[in-house]
């Protein structure tokens, strides 16, 4: 059975910049959650989504989103990029919702800004 | 003060000594989980809580609600088992909160 899978695992942008990241689950999964990682901050959530509806958001600026498609691959989109949006990005998906199930992480993609 | 507080912050273990990690949090949760980070920064989930114990292998976790605190305990520790380990908490409203981690190191 397939991993998590995301991609791309390492991109390069410069301020003002957009990206978009992709998150595929494991097959047959439908909950996809989404976690900024910083060295100063730690491990943060954005958000949450379950049968393409966004379930819960963390405590990030509009600049963040995203969306799930009825496959359940999600797409997060970071606009407008800053310095401190440099972080390894996380998905994670499990067969029910966040706190009704065990979470299968991917490897990450790592996103620096120059 | 941090929702979440994992104790110790950095630990270093000689091979095949007992380990105990312990997380602390202070709101009302849904559930608890365990995760192992290792370098290059894949997670595995360890485990998932709302009460009680679990065992998986060497490792045990436990949860008291009441007293809102939670351990990890790692058995007959391994160089294999140095890794970043942290406590997640899912608080009411399905927000999942993060403690800072414990940097283990297990020594041959």
């Known amino acids: 059975k397939a991993g998590v899978t995301q991609t791309p695992r390492y991109l390069i942008k410069t301020r003002g910049q957009q990206v978009t990241l992709s998150c595929s689950p494991i097959?047959?999964?439908?909950?996809v959650s989404w976690y900024q990682q910083t060295p100063g901050q730690g491990l943060q959530f954005l958000f949450e989504?379950?049968?393409?509806?966004?379930?819960n958001k963390g405590n990030f600026p509009g600049r963040f989103s995203g969306r799930q498609f009825s496959n359940s691959r999600s797409e997060m989109n970071v606009s407008t990029l800053e310095l401190g949006d440099s972080a390894l990005y996380l998905c994670?998906?499990?067969?029910?919702?966040?706190?009704?199930?065990?979470?299968?992480f991917g490897e990450g993609s790592r996103l620096t800004v120059l | 003060k941090n929702e979440v507080e994992q104790s110790p912050q950095n630990l270093t273990a000689q091979e095949g000594e007992f380990i105990t990690i312990n997380c602390s949090y202070s709101?009302?949760?849904?559930?608890l989980h365990w995760l192992q980070q290792h370098p290059g920064g894949g997670i595995v989930s360890l485990f998932m809580?709302?009460?009680g114990k679990k065992k998986h292998g060497r490792l045990i976790a436990t949860i008291n609600i009441q007293e809102k605190h939670s351990s990890l305990h790692i058995t007959a520790s391994h160089p294999r088992d140095s890794a970043v380990y942290i406590c997640?908490?899912?608080?009411?409203?399905?927000?999942?909160?993060f403690g800072a981690g414990t940097i283990l190191r297990v020594k041959s």
């Open positions: 994670a998906s499990s067969q029910g919702t966040q706190n009704t199930g065990e979470l299968f």
């Open positions: 989504y379950f049968s393409e509806t966004q379930r």
């Open positions: 997640a908490v899912m608080e009411y409203g399905n927000k999942l909160v």
């Open positions: 097959s047959g999964h439908r909950s």
């Open positions: 709101v009302g949760i849904s559930a």
């Open positions: 809580l709302s009460s």
